[in-house]
């Protein structure tokens, strides 16, 4: 079964339709990329699968369950972790709490009022931040960390619930082009391994055709083109609304 | 026509930049390349004022310009594009484009907004559009659209390229390049190297604060071992 | 009919009045960002500069209308040295900061102008040609009020031509988005804010110097305009005009027509109307969201790490001569401790919404004086034992923690500060009000200790264990799961909600134990002392509990305690040494500001990590 199922995905802002009959599924350990002009519509699809906002229509089905229009909340709760374009993480935490935050509310123990935190989970926090390459960060506070460290330490959050599917918003926006491949190895190893969908959207268009196993184009809120990177890369209609020439993206 | 030597900056207590030196000549376009986090918008934010220098000097047009005021700055002439794009969203295209309007500069062709429309057509075609309203790829030909109002000799353009569309990129380059053979000299941040290349005469690279490699485009595309070791591509 | 027609054409005058000041308060606030408690300053010192004008001018037209509008300029001239000399310098500094500033310059301006007019009212002339009153509808209507009515629609007129049709306003819009990207275009933005104080302040003074021949000048003006127009303000939409206009016209119109058909709740209705518009609207009625800040990286606040061991020293040696030394002490000096105490844990409780937590409360007052009232009602009317009364004191503050903070805790910055306030405002009118229950301005005598705690000093005993106890599980909370869920919605409400966090719940339960804890310490105020009072919930209270955590420093665990330690000493020195007190805690809250942002205790911080060289 998909691990992710979108069916006809609508939304309007003010009569603009911003995204018009969206459908497609990611499976278990797949890398999905979704790519398209400014304005295409990919940050409404995108926050419409994590319940940012309530489609006008559509559904969307995590392993077979429905959970269109479900808050953000309950979203990560089913199993969907997120990573965000600009990234977001509690600046005045260490690395390790804030992953430990994450384990925290997984466990649902935020309203506990006498333990300290400090002695709550912090051994699998470890863990992840070792699996992550971030263990001899743990103990800096996220607010002072480097962009490509911060990138990784939201995919430490983003893991600590054991997700089935990983939403993530131009993850490598903002980082040196080695990093930009590092990271997404890393996620790609992760989660063929764990068997976790994960679905981006991105610019890089070395990344895209570097890491993605399929690519969804849209244009003006409409799916155009769809299917492994090279057949996507050899589209016409891609190359005319989206990627032009190649000259800035060095694929002649 | 803009020389910095021995720039330094702090922030709080990291130096963030460490005996920054680089020039822009008149009519050229330099890059500065570096990873994000390398130093590339703090040089541009001290040279325009917005960050204070802790040491070094910035010379534009003949005239000392460390330790002056932003606005002091840009009425000497020089234009400062951010990252961020920063347009006022709550403005309309024509007042954005009026908030950025200063008097003509000797020498150069004053910029209206009808020679600007000619540059970036999209623009033209929602004068009264709330800046809010635009998209990324707009936004962006709309901030540079709103310095160049000001008739500056150079401009600061601080990654251009992020976050755009492959076919919106290639517009924009097309945009540099009609600037430069206008006579602007700009001074352009990137990591994208393929796009830089299109544009640029000359590469200046940065990294944790200092300038490790300068030279000619040709320079860099022939010199694999610095591209691998500061640039990684 | 005639009567209604005429109420509401006096309501219009109101409105006229009252739009003039919400108007300047709103320029001001959106160009500059800074909620100018001050404004009000403005306009009584408006009212007072074109009464000595007026009087000492030629009488006559010339005299008159030179009077009122030299007044108005010259307050212009005033607020732009406000601008120039202080708040310039804080325009980076927290909103909350800036407030407590421009709350210094209303003490300020409040002692310096009873030194030059004096403290009694004073009575202008009438404005020439426009003293006697015409006939509506057979009924008398003053002619001076009908032109104040015509006054509001043309300045707002001419304020939309300023803003929408000039470069200056474009330049002016453009600044009130992004001011370092103005500066970045060649626009000299420090004129460009100068210049708005001046208009802002112009209008207040002008407001001011109009009321003179309708009321009597006096010290009190300051703060009765600047809670109306700050209602207006935020009713209307910060920095909106249209907005304050229509919101103008709402409240004008309810204080004309609210006399006549709820006279006993007159005091409440304004501020349940601005409570029911932000629960409904939380931008106010013609307002926009405030624009996320730039950068969205979380916010760098420092860490909250366990305390250096120098600090840890001080702390028991203080707590050891809390203890040690009150046997020897007389009662006046006890019953000054016993204040100590819960101004600590008033203080504390604060702290927690504002630090951890990041919301801003104008109204904190509201739970002490909640507490404090629960304990003193209890006595009077079902004659309970103290214990009992101490136990209803947190429970009644949580209670109604619960519910005010249901509302409050969904908006967020100036917004929820001002819904606090609102809130606060409704449980002080209704103390105020329902004389029949809480005995009014009278409030309620003989709350007194039992037998057993009747010594000062075994009072002040279970003062200091019961505040201290709380005050030390506040910490506790702080450091627990409950305390980091506060922080992480503060640092960052997407995260937050994309790890699960309910950011809404999180923050409505802080408020609500925040409301309980300064509970206990209303109530053992009120025992303290014998009886309890309207006060007990006023804004200068909720004013006092801000300073004391600001001036120990928001980002310190140890900052309430010594703020609270160091305020209550300092106002209780200045009260018996001068008369001047006003005029000295204005300048300490100014230089405060201006010199220790972060607080007495973040000062402290910031040089012993200096020297100890940790990054």
Excluded at chain 1, 22 to 32: D, H, I, K, Q, T
Excluded at chain 1, 220 to 248: H, K, M, T
Excluded at chain 2, 116 to 129: H, I
Excluded at chain 3, 77 to 92: K, N
Aim: charged share 15%; aromatic share 8%; proline share 5%.
């Amino acid at each position: 079964m998909a691990t992710l199922e979108v069916a006809g995905l609508e939304k309007s802002f003010g009569g603009v339709r911003a995204v018009q009959g969206v459908s497609f599924a990611v499976s278990p350990g797949e890398m999905l990329a979704l790519i398209g002009p400014n304005g295409a519509g990919k940050s409404t699809c995108f926050n419409m699968l994590n319940g940012q906002l309530k489609p006008d229509a559509g559904a969307v089905r995590l392993l077979g369950c429905d959970i269109t229009g479900l808050a953000p909340r309950q979203v990560w709760r089913l199993g969907v972790g997120r990573t965000f374009q600009i990234t977001a993480t509690f600046g005045s935490m260490t690395v390790l709490e804030n992953v430990q935050m994450a384990l925290l509310s997984h466990h649902r123990r935020l309203g506990e009022l006498w333990r300290p935190v400090a002695r709550m989970d912090a051994a699998p926090a470890r863990a992840l931040l070792e699996r992550l390459g971030m263990a001899d960060q743990a103990a800096r506070p996220c607010g002072i960390l480097a962009y490509g460290d911060l990138k990784r330490v939201e995919l430490a959050i983003a893991l600590a619930n054991e997700p089935k599917l990983l939403l993530m918003d131009e993850p490598t926006a903002g980082m040196a082009p080695q990093e930009r491949i590092s990271l997404m190895a890393l996620t790609a190893g992760i989660a063929r391994e764990s068997g976790i969908a994960v679905l981006f959207t991105e610019h890089d268009m070395d990344v895209v055709f570097g890491h993605a196993d399929r690519i969804l184009v849209l244009d003006r809120g409409r799916l155009i083109a769809e299917g492994a990177p090279a057949a996507v890369r050899a589209d016409p209609r891609v190359r005319e609304v989206y990627l032009g020439s190649g000259a800035v993206t060095g694929a002649h | 026509m803009l020389q910095v030597a021995g720039l330094s900056a702090y922030y709080g207590r990291a130096h963030i930049l460490d005996d920054v030196a680089l020039d822009v000549g008149g009519g050229e376009v330099v890059v500065l390349l570096g990873r994000n986090g390398a130093g590339k918008s703090t040089t541009m934010k001290a040279i325009m004022g917005l960050v204070p220098p802790s040491a070094g000097n910035v010379r534009f047009a003949g005239a000392e310009i460390g330790g002056r005021e932003p606005f002091e700055i840009a009425r000497l002439g020089l234009g400062y594009v951010p990252e961020e794009r920063r347009i006022f969203t709550g403005l309309s295209v024509m007042e954005n484009l009026e908030v950025g309007r200063r008097p003509a500069t000797a020498g150069l062709r004053p910029w209206t907004p009808e020679r600007l429309f000619a540059l970036f057509p999209s623009l033209g075609a929602m004068r009264d559009r709330p800046g809010g309203r635009m998209s990324g790829g707009e936004q962006q030909m709309l901030t540079i659209a709103r310095t160049l109002m000001g008739n500056p000799r150079l401009i600061l353009l601080d990654e251009p390229s992020e976050g755009l569309a492959p076919v919106v990129i290639e517009r924009m380059a097309e945009a540099i390049r009609a600037l430069k053979a206008e006579g602007l000299s700009i001074l352009l941040s990137e990591q994208n190297l393929h796009f830089a290349q299109l544009v640029s005469d000359r590469a200046t690279i940065i990294e944790k604060g200092r300038i490790r490699w300068s030279g000619s485009i040709a320079e860099l595309l022939a010199a694999d071992e610095v591209r691998e070791q500061y640039l990684s591509v | 009919m005639e009567n209604l027609v005429l109420q509401a054409l006096s309501g219009l005058a109101s409105a006229s009045s009252l739009f003039l000041v919400a108007s300047g308060l709103t320029v001001i606030f959106g160009v500059s960002r800074v909620v100018n408690f001050a404004h009000g300053s403005f306009y009584m010192l408006g009212a007072y500069l074109a009464y000595t004008l007026v009087t000492q001018l030629p009488r006559g037209h010339l005299g008159f209308w030179g009077g009122v509008v030299g007044a108005a300029l010259l307050v212009g001239l005033i607020g732009l040295a406000v601008e120039v000399l202080l708040l310039r310098r804080i325009y980076r500094a927290p909103e909350l900061f800036q407030l407590l500033a421009t709350f210094g310059v209303v003490l300020i301006v409040q002692e310096l102008t009873q030194m030059v007019w004096g403290a009694q009212d004073l009575l202008g002339p009438r404005a020439p040609g426009l003293r006697g009153s015409t006939e509506i509808l057979g009924l008398r209507f003053p002619l001076y009020e009908l032109f104040l009515i015509g006054v509001g629609p043309v300045v707002l007129g001419l304020l939309l031509l300023l803003f929408h049709r000039t470069r200056w306003g474009t330049l002016v819009r453009a600044a009130t988005q992004d001011r370092e990207m103005v500066g970045a275009l060649g626009v000299n933005q420090r004129m460009l804010f100068t210049s708005i104080f001046f208009l802002g302040s112009l209008l207040a003074g002008l407001g001011g110097a109009l009321q003179l021949p309708r009321e009597s000048v006096n010290l009190h003006m300051d703060l009765s305009i600047i809670t109306e127009a700050f209602v207006v303000v935020v009713v209307g939409g910060l920095g909106s005009l249209t907005g304050a206009a229509l919101a103008a016209l709402l409240i004008g119109e309810m204080h004309a027509f609210g006399i006549l058909i709820a006279p006993k709740i007159t005091l409440v209705l304004v501020f349940l109307v601005m409570a029911l518009v932000l629960v409904v609207r939380p931008h106010g009625l013609l307002g926009k969201p405030e624009a996320a800040a730039r950068g969205g990286q979380g916010s760098a606040e420092p860490m909250i790490g366990p305390a250096p061991g120098p600090l840890r020293w001080l702390a028991l040696t203080a707590l050891g001569l809390a203890v040690v030394v009150p046997p020897f002490l007389g009662d006046y000096a006890l019953s000054v401790l016993t204040e100590l105490a819960t101004a600590v844990l008033f203080a504390a409780s604060l702290h927690l919404i504002m630090g951890p937590g990041g919301m801003a409360s104008f109204g904190h007052a509201a739970y002490f004086g909640l507490g404090a009232y629960g304990a003193a009602l209890a006595a009077q009317w079902l004659g309970a034992p103290m214990l009992v009364g101490l136990a209803l004191a947190p429970l009644a503050a949580g209670v109604f923690g619960l519910v005010f903070g249901y509302f409050c805790v969904r908006l967020s910055g100036v917004y929820a500060a001002m819904l606090t306030l609102a809130f606060a405002q409704i449980a002080w009118s209704v103390a105020f009000q329902w004389v029949e229950v809480t005995g009014g301005d009278n409030g309620i005598l003989g709350v007194w200790p039992d037998a057993w705690a009747a010594p000062k000093l075994v009072f002040y005993y279970l003062a200091l264990a019961l505040c201290l106890g709380a005050t030390l599980l506040l910490r506790r909370v702080v450091h627990a799961p409950f305390g980091y869920a506060l922080r992480a919605q503060r640092d960052s409400a997407l995260r937050a909600e994309a790890i699960g966090i309910n950011a809404f719940r999180i923050r409505w339960l802080g408020f609500a134990l925040a409301a309980a804890a300064a509970g206990i310490a209303g109530g053992l105020f009120a025992y303290g002392k014998g009886s309890v009072f309207p006060t007990f919930m006023g804004i200068p209270r909720s004013v006092d509990a801000l300073l004391m955590v600001l001036l120990g420093g928001v980002q310190t665990l140890s900052g309430p305690i010594i703020g609270a330690l160091a305020f209550t000493g300092l106002q209780e020195q200045l009260v018996r040494l001068t008369d001047l007190w006003r005029l000295i805690l204005g300048a300490v809250i100014v230089a405060l500001v201006l010199f220790f942002p972060q607080g007495l205790a973040g000062a402290a911080r910031a040089r012993w990590e200096a020297r100890h060289g940790d990054a």
